[in-house]
Nanobody, 117 residues
Framework: QVQLVESGGGLVQPGGSLRLSCAAS????????MRWYRQAPGKERELVAG????????SYADSVKGRFTISRDNAKNTVFLQMNNLKPEDTAVYYC??????????WGQGTMVTVSS
């Protein structure tokens, strides 16, 4: 019953923007911190951004700070990642993660983001 479905990925030119969405169901979304991770081919998965359960606290990897913004709409059980000024180094599969007290977590299948001229 638990489901996280990412969408919004695609091909974009350097300097362009994309907004990723993650729709959640099957658990109490508002009690979970939400995070976005990414993984490039041959590389380990890295944390990109996180947001607390009610949206009051956000955090970002140094590589994306100032360019990416994480947000959530608990009424719609959805978390977003607005990505601006995209760079080729941002190319990766982006994954949505729900985390409850660092004890229980759920993962989506991922959505591919390709930044290329």
């Amino acid at each position: 019953q638990v489901q996280l479905v990412e969408s919004g990925g695609g091909l974009v030119q350097p300097g362009g923007s994309l907004r990723l969405s993650c729709a959640a169901s099957g658990f109490t979304f508002s009690t979970y911190a939400m995070r976005w991770y990414r993984q490039a081919p041959g590389k380990e998965r890295e944390l990109v951004a996180g947001i607390s359960s009610f949206g009051g606290v956000t955090s970002y990897a140094d590589s994306v700070k100032g360019r990416f913004t994480i947000s959530r709409d608990n009424a719609k059980n959805t978390v977003f990642l607005q990505m601006n000024n995209l760079k080729p180094e941002d190319t990766a599969v982006y994954y949505c993660n729900a985390d409850w007290g660092s004890v229980r977590s759920y993962w989506g299948q991922g959505t591919m983001v390709t930044v290329s001229s």
